[in-house]
């Protein structure tokens, strides 16, 4: 499989599938590799991945009218993470420019499976996945998983299910 053929995502953990071609256009952003990022040889460390897969999810978010955090009338709704994985190919550097696609690959009653693509030019660097719960969130209270609200589902699903 090609990189110009769709969007990979990793669906479990000995395959990586192929989005449909029909999928809508990922969300794009871009981040530079800080020396922060980096480990001694100057090579971003595996962890740093997923702080920016998180930095774009709240992009996306944020493009949709959405937040990791938000109030309603019952209270405040946020989303912990439950799974996360990302599988690397090829070294991300310091100073390199990585653009980050991410696509809503999954919308369920309760969650939201992100897919994202790292990428320096054209080389595909890694991919990834997160999945997060909806959750109503309560003073001294673990998180408590609800639907997705209709007029959060509605947003999410214009973001590219």
Same mark, same amino acid.
């Given at each position: 499989?090609?990189?110009?053929?769709?969007?990979?995502?990793?669906?479990?953990?000995? $395959?990586?599938?192929? &989005?449909?071609?029909?999928?809508?256009?990922?969300? /794009?952003?871009?981040?530079? *590799?800080?020396? &922060?990022?980096?480990?001694a %040889?100057?090579?971003?460390?595996?962890?740093?991945?997923?702080? $920016?897969?998180?930095?774009?999810?709240?992009?996306?978010?944020?493009?949709?009218?959405?937040? *990791?955090?938000?109030?309603?009338?019952?209270?405040?709704?946020?989303?912990?993470? *439950?799974?996360?994985? &990302?599988d690397?190919?090829?070294? %991300?550097?310091?100073?390199?420019?990585?653009?980050?696609? /991410?696509?809503?690959?999954?919308?369920?009653?309760?969650?939201?499976?992100?897919?994202?693509?790292? $990428?320096? %030019?054209?080389?595909?660097?890694?991919?990834?996945?997160?999945? %997060? /719960?909806? &959750?109503?969130?309560?003073?001294?209270?673990?998180?408590?998983?609800?639907?997705?609200?209709?007029?959060?589902?509605?947003? $999410?699903?214009?973001?590219?299910v």
């Amino acid at each position: 499989m090609s990189p110009t053929h769709g969007f990979f995502y990793a669906r479990d953990s000995h $395959l990586i599938l192929e &989005c449909p071609p029909t999928m809508s256009p990922p969300f /794009v952003t871009t981040r530079r *590799v800080e020396f &922060c990022q980096t480990d001694a %040889a100057g090579i971003m460390h595996f962890a740093a991945f997923f702080e $920016l897969m998180e930095q774009a999810e709240h992009e996306l978010l944020r493009s949709l009218g959405l937040s *990791v955090v938000m109030h309603d009338a019952a209270g405040t709704i946020s989303w912990p993470r *439950v799974a996360a994985r &990302c599988d690397y190919r090829s070294a %991300a550097r310091f100073e390199d420019v990585l653009t980050i696609e /991410v696509r809503i690959a999954r919308l369920g009653t309760k969650s939201v499976t992100y897919a994202y693509r790292f $990428l320096r %030019a054209d080389e595909e660097l890694a991919i990834g996945e997160i999945t %997060a /719960v909806c &959750c109503r969130m309560i003073d001294h209270a673990p998180p408590q998983s609800i639907e997705i609200p209709a007029s959060i589902r509605e947003k $999410l699903a214009r973001g590219g299910v």
